[in-house]
């Protein structure tokens, strides 16, 4: 038997309430196997648990392809509500993911199941995104029957990827509160509190550009533990006992973790493909069992749910396509290996599968996505040691290149403040704004999970300006026709290259100002056809760097005005192909906004700033200053 056959029924015992140790407990829905008229089946059956800080309930999310779907291939299935979440008690414990509860929390979950009757001693962990943080705190705490994870879209590092980058805040975790807001136990029997914080998020587009937040000028106030994190969020720009906390950084503590079976799944799309890879590379290096990566072209939500074969504007071939039939097949052959004991091989597989993108014919499908396609490829590490890394030189003639004579110059622009460079696509998520229901719709019927609509697109998307895009305004130009976007790019590819890994940039700059940004986005540019004129400019990885931090995150050091300054902006790994042909493009510029807040160049306390002030800034070539950026090159492709 190479699979569990599908063959219970399931019986539900709802918001079972399940002592933590220090007397709080959590309502827990036990879904265990039955017949076919809902008796249950005498046995001991192996566990997963999936914890959330959303609706444990969720039919679509959890109940479904969680609870239905492991419950009729012979597991029970345990959904909690985390502490101060949904049913459970704590109220006002609840502090986003900076929760120091969850590693206990999770032990003592797990160690309950295996005490059931029902449980042969063996518990596996589902969920994604703040589901799969839940799982790393637990490992961390080693439960002697955790015995194998399947951890999806996982920040590891809140600091550096879920709510600042680069020194930057990622402005989708202001728009992830108003999610945990509006449903949060504080403000349950408060209609007040809730409705204000509904309107806010259906005005998040008017709530991003009201800066600096301060305590008590965001609806978020509502709910006192949550409007603490977010200033945590929006004026830490130092690394302090804040982002140090095991719950927001897993990273230094990696080697507490359990040495269990282990799957890292993410999209190179996905804001924490950085903390997936790293985990991963981590846990393989320090594990004797096995540990597994999966990295596909998605975003924070594709392998789940539906599903698709396209992200943003851009189709990646039907092999994309997982959602939950492809998932959950997947992770039903891992947790029959290791909580069944089910010899099906698994273990024998290569340890990383990635999506390599490209290699589409760039046609048009009939939904208007570009045909960029692309193929899924097995190999035995991350990063690959085959990759050769390989330096483009910024040239001040706008030029990439290999080698090239760099002459002395420089390029400046004026970073405005007032006037930011639009985020067209993005690695967000939870940046969404709620669509307002028109009258005489029943918002009963219509959840804030129905209504959520992305300020910025999570995934790529063509980069020219447009009317529903933040920050855009007429005539709507390509960023590489901004004064404000300094474009470097190669000359058309003469044979095909692909880039697998993380990526680097390397930049000599001045500004005018104490304080500002610098960010670097990689795009595989497609020549024009008849379907996209203007050809199209697919964005792949960018981040940015606030200039206080460029000689690390421990303290700030400011500019001086006019002296010349090395930085270096890591972008996150991808992995594509660019095709014969295709130009590779590096933008520099000052802002990305809403995807990241704005600087307003005055150098003043870190979200505490009275004004802001228009910044001249310049790259600089030459006389020892070499621009580049250094591309982990597949040389066998």
Request: with cysteine.
């Amino acid at each position: 038997m190479s699979q569990s056959p599908a063959e219970f029924g399931i019986n539900a015992s709802l918001d079972v309430m399940v002592p933590m140790r220090d007397g709080v407990r959590l309502a827990t829905d036990v879904y265990r196997p039955a017949d076919q008229n809902g008796n249950l089946i005498d046995g001991r059956f192996p566990v997963i648990l999936g914890r959330t800080s959303y609706d444990k309930s969720n039919p679509v999310i959890w109940v479904n392809p969680v609870a239905r779907f492991f419950v009729s291939h012979g597991y029970v299935v345990l959904l909690q509500d985390l502490r101060g979440r949904g049913l459970s008690e704590g109220t006002g414990q609840y502090h986003h993911t900076a929760n120091q509860f969850e590693g206990p929390d999770g032990y003592d979950t797990i160690e309950w199941a295996a005490a059931q009757p029902w449980c042969n001693g063996k518990v596996g962990m589902v969920g994604s995104s703040h589901g799969g943080i839940v799982q790393n705190m637990a490992s961390l705490y080693r439960p002697p029957h955790l015995a194998a994870l399947w951890v999806d879209v996982a920040p590891t590092n809140a600091f550096r990827d879920e709510a600042r980058q680069g020194g930057a805040m990622g402005l989708h975790m202001f728009g992830a509160m108003f999610l945990h807001a509006y449903d949060s136990q504080e403000i349950r029997d408060n209609p007040q509190a809730i409705a204000e914080v509904q309107e806010g998020a259906e005005r998040l587009r008017e709530q991003v550009y009201n800066t600096p937040f301060t305590r008590g000028s965001t609806p978020i106030k509502n709910v006192p533990n949550l409007e603490e994190t977010l200033m945590h969020y929006y004026q830490d720009g130092v690394y302090n006992d804040f982002w140090a906390q095991e719950s927001m950084n897993q990273t230094p503590h990696f080697a507490r973790m359990a040495d269990i079976p282990a799957v890292y799944s993410g999209g190179w799309y996905d804001p924490f493909a950085w903390d997936v890879t790293e985990q991963f590379a981590h846990m393989a290096a320090q594990n004797s069992s096995p540990q597994r990566l999966v990295m596909g072209p998605w975003n924070h939500l594709m392998i789940r749910g539906a599903g698709s074969s396209s992200v943003g504007e851009v189709n990646f071939g039907p092999s994309a396509h997982w959602g939950d039939p492809v998932y959950n097949a997947r992770r039903l052959r891992w947790f029959d290996r290791w909580l069944k004991d089910i010899l099906n091989g698994v273990e024998d597989e290569s340890p990383v599968e990635i999506f390599v993108m490209g290699g589409g014919d760039g046609g048009s499908t009939d939904r208007g996505h570009l045909r960029h396609g692309g193929e899924w490829r097995t190999e035995s590490e991350w990063p690959l040691e085959r990759a050769d890394q390989r330096e483009l030189h910024l040239t001040s003639d706008g030029g990439l290149a290999d080698s090239a004579q760099i002459e002395p110059g420089l390029t400046e622009w004026t970073h405005d403040p007032a006037n930011p460079v639009p985020s067209l696509g993005a690695n967000v998520t939870g940046l969404y704004e709620w669509v307002q229901l028109p009258d005489g719709i029943d918002e009963a019927y219509v959840p804030p999970r129905a209504r959520m609509k992305s300020m910025i697109i999570d995934g790529p998307i063509h980069q020219r300006e447009r009317a529903d895009a933040t920050g855009s305004a007429p005539p709507y130009p390509l960023l590489s026709e901004r004064a404000d976007v300094n474009v470097f790019q190669t000359e058309p590819l003469t044979e095909s290259i692909e880039v697998t890994g993380p990526i680097e940039v390397t930049l000599w700059v001045s500004s005018s100002a104490l304080d500002t940004d610098f960010t670097a986005k990689l795009l595989d540019i497609y020549p024009p056809t008849s379907d996209y004129p203007d050809g199209f400019h697919l964005a792949l990885a960018d981040s940015i760097l606030r200039a206080r931090f460029r000689e690390g995150f421990d303290g700030e050091v400011f500019m001086e005005p006019g002296t010349v300054y090395e930085v270096k902006i890591p972008l996150p790994p991808i992995s594509n192909l660019f095709a014969e042909g295709h130009r590779i493009r590096l933008d520099i510029a000052s802002s990305n906004f809403p995807r990241f807040d704005i600087n307003p160049n005055t150098g003043e306390p870190m979200g505490r700033h009275t004004k802001s002030v228009s910044a001249t800034n310049a790259l600089h070539f030459g006389s020892g200053h070499t621009p580049r950026i250094t591309l982990p090159v597949i040389p066998d492709r």
